[in-house]
């Protein structure tokens, strides 16, 4: 069974801190990893995508792989009160299909 | 920007009744998908439709389901007889078509659909 697994938290952080949102995978296959944000009771919202080992930095969002560990990470730098939502980690192989974690609830305070 | 669009907003249905969920994609899409989520629980994949067939389906994507681009435009999810556990929030997702790991999908508003 293919699977994404999160911490469902919630996490809390002061404004202007730093997240760490973490999501381990169980398929060597996969190839792409996703971050959506969801707000309750709306759709997921893409916020990056990576499918190579190391860093890649968007903004104020930086995600980061380790294909030996399968294990993705989001960072959030400077956390603002619209942050608080559930971060949504996915999973993808060559068939397109997203196999989803749980989610992360992150409550960013001000 | 280009938006994935869905209706209804919300379906209420009777058990055994059938159902047809809408989805208008993003004009330049190619791959089309449906997930579902219960709610409090993982968003599920149902099935993944390109070039007019299915290109990829769930487990949970049975006899009782089917998809469809009846135009140029729109695409549709009918579930034929539901049951109760289909309850749930049913997302429209479409995405360009590039190289499988860089496709990303963009998800449209979700319906909710409430089975009784």
């Known amino acids: 069974q293919k699977e994404v697994e999160q911490n469902s938290g919630p996490l809390s952080v002061p404004e202007g801190a730093i997240a760490s949102l973490n999501c381990t995978y169980s398929?060597?296959?996969?190839?792409?990893f996703f971050w959506y944000r969801q707000y309750s009771g709306k759709s997921p919202e893409l916020i990056m995508f990576?499918?190579s080992n190391g860093d890649k930095e968007d903004g104020r969002f930086t995600a980061q792989l380790n294909k030996a560990s399968q294990y993705v990470s989001l960072l959030i730098r400077d956390s603002q009160p619209s942050d608080s939502a559930t971060y949504l980690c996915a999973a993808a192989g060559n068939n397109r299909k997203l196999i989803w974690g749980l989610g992360t609830s992150l409550a960013v305070n001000p | 920007e280009p938006e994935v669009t869905q209706t209804p907003s919300h379906q209420v249905t009777q058990m055994g009744q059938e159902v047809i969920l809408r989805c208008v994609p993003i004009?330049?899409?190619?791959?089309f998908y449906w997930y579902r989520q219960i709610l409090g629980q993982k968003v599920e994949f149902l099935v993944s439709f390109y070039n007019n067939e299915i290109s990829e389906k769930s487990e949970i994507f049975d006899d009782q389901f089917s998809v469809e681009r009846p135009d140029g435009s729109n695409f549709t999810l009918k579930i034929r007889s539901t049951k109760l556990e289909d309850s749930a929030m049913y997302f429209c997702?479409?995405?360009?078509?590039?190289?499988?790991?860089?496709?990303?999908?963009?998800f449209g508003p979700g319906t909710r659909l409430t089975v009784l």
């Open positions: 990576i499918y």
């Open positions: 004009s330049n899409h190619l791959y």
């Open positions: 997702a479409s995405s360009v078509g590039l190289a499988s790991f860089t496709d990303t999908q963009y």
């Open positions: 398929d060597r296959g996969s190839q792409s």
